[in-house]
Nanobody, 117 residues
C-alpha cells in the first residue's frame, strides 16, 4: 500500500514562502512521475508542478518563476518550494505519484496553503 504524506502547509502573507514536502512510504525512484496539484474551493483540481523519474520538471504557467519542484530519492521525498506567494495560490495542495504501465496513481491527503493579502 503506497502512502503519501504531505506537510509544510500553513498561513503566510503575500510575498512569503513555504516549502511543502511529500514523504512516500516506498521508494520514489520507481514512480514515472511525481507531482503537486492544488484545488481551491469551487475550482477543479489543477496541476501545479511535475517531476519525472529522470528529473525533468514542468510547472503551470501561473507559478513559473515562483515555484520549484524537486526530489530526494534517498529520503523518498518530493518538495515544492513556493516563493512570492499570492492570495490566488490559496488552495489545498495534493501530492501525486504515478506509474505509467500499468497505469496507476496515488494521492496524499492534502495540505492547506492560505496566503493572506
Amino acid at each position: 500500500q503506497v502512502q503519501l504524506v504531505e506537510s509544510g502547509g500553513g498561513l503566510v502573507q503575500a510575498g512569503g514562502s513555504l516549502r511543502l514536502s511529500c514523504a512516500a512510504s516506498i521508494t520514489i525512484f520507481g514512480f514515472d512521475t511525481m507531482g503537486w496539484y492544488r484545488q481551491a474551493p469551487g475550482i477543479q483540481r489543477e496541476l501545479v508542478a511535475i517531476i519525472t523519474r529522470s528529473g525533468s520538471t514542468n510547472c503551470a504557467d501561473s507559478v513559473k518563476g515562483r515555484f520549484t519542484i524537486s526530489r530526494d530519492n534517498a529520503k523518498n521525498t518530493v518538495y515544492l518550494q513556493m516563493n512570492s506567494l499570492k492570495p490566488e495560490d490559496t488552495a489545498v495542495y495534493y501530492c501525486n505519484a504515478k506509474y505509467w504501465v500499468p497505469s496507476n496513481d496515488y494521492w496524499g491527503q492534502g495540505t492547506q496553503v492560505t496566503v493572506s493579502s
